[in-house]
C-alpha cells in the first residue's frame, strides 16, 4: 500500500519520492510503537481506561482478544516484578487473586543494537472475577 501511494505521484521528482516514502513508512513505525515506548505507569493507565477495576473477567478476555494479543498459555498467580521500579507498574493485592491474564503487549529495540525490551500486561482478579489490579512490566533481553 505504500509504494501504491509513492507510484501515484508519477510527476514527482525522484528526492521527493522517496522523502514521501520515507515520512510514510517512519509515521507506521512510530504509531506501532508509541504505546510501547512509554513509561509502565502510563502504558497502565491506557489499560486501565479501557479496562478499569470491577470489569469482569469475561469483559477483559474478551478486550484482549479485540486488539489480538495472545494470552501466555501457562499464566502465573506471582506476578513477576523486577528489582527498578521504573519497569514496573501496579502494585500487589490485598485480596486473594484467583485468575490472571496475563499477555505479551510486544517489544522494541533498545538504544544499542544488542538487547531488546519486552512489554507484558497483566490483570488480576478476585474470587468473583471482578478486575482488582492491572499491572505492566518490562523485561530487558540480551540478543
Request: net charge positive.
Amino acid at each position: 500500500m505504500v509504494l501504491s501511494m509513492v507510484d501515484a505521484m508519477p510527476n514527482q521528482p525522484m528526492t521527493s519520492r522517496r522523502i514521501a516514502l520515507f515520512v510514510m513508512i517512519a509515521s507506521v513505525c512510530l504509531l506501532q510503537g508509541c504505546m510501547l515506548h512509554r513509561s509502565p505507569a502510563s502504558i497502565r493507565r491506557s489499560l486501565l481506561k479501557r479496562t478499569p477495576i470491577g470489569t469482569n473477567y469475561e469483559v477483559v478476555e474478551a478486550f484482549v482478544k479485540k486488539e489480538r494479543w495472545q494470552p501466555i498459555p501457562y499464566p502465573r498467580l506471582d506476578v513477576p516484578f523486577a528489582p527498578n521500579p521504573k519497569e514496573n507498574a501496579g502494585s500487589a493485592p490485598t485480596v486473594e487473586v484467583r485468575q490472571t491474564i496475563q499477555v505479551y503487549l510486544g517489544d522494541y529495540g533498545g538504544v544499542l543494537p544488542f538487547y531488546m525490551i519486552e512489554v507484558y500486561g497483566c490483570w488480576l482478579f478476585d474470587t468473583n472475577h471482578q478486575l482488582i489490579e492491572v499491572c505492566v512490566f518490562k523485561h530487558i533481553c540480551d540478543l
